[in-house]
């Protein structure tokens, strides 16, 4: 499976970005999704997950970011609003082996190819 990413780029604080990841005839519906982002000098941590029916947020970004998917399109989305510079890392999103999520980046098998994000005044 290639997954492949889009979106993210500079933004200032407060501003909002969209990042999407896309994997063609994949039906998503039957994988949990995973959002990570690693900033510089830190471990990869898991912002949003997406399976079975639940949703995951880090504290850190509830009430700011949104996870979502199309199964139509084949694509799902983070929703990023009121950025922070904080925020400032690269982001993958990735796909686990089966329906239910894990805060784990090991629990995923299949990883886009990240997307910077920047958020600075």
């Known amino acids: 499976v290639q997954i492949v990413q889009s979106g993210g780029g500079l933004a200032q604080p407060g501003g909002s970005l969209n990042l999407s990841c896309t994997a063609s005839g994949l039906n998503w519906n039957v994988y949990a999704i995973g959002w990570f982002r690693q900033a510089p000098g830190k471990e990869r941590e898991a912002i949003s997950c997406?399976?079975?029916?639940?949703?995951f947020y880090a504290d850190s970004v509830t009430g700011r970011f949104t996870f979502s998917r199309d199964s139509a399109k084949y694509t799902v989305y983070l929703e990023m609003n009121d950025l922070r510079p904080e925020d400032t890392a690269l982001y993958s999103c990735?796909?686990?082996?089966?329906?239910?999520?894990?805060?784990?980046?090991?629990?995923?098998?299949?990883w886009g190819q990240g997307t910077q994000v920047t958020v600075t005044s």
């Open positions: 990735a796909k686990s082996q089966g329906p239910l999520f894990s805060l784990a980046p090991h629990s995923y098998g299949a």
């Open positions: 997406n399976g079975n029916g639940e949703t």
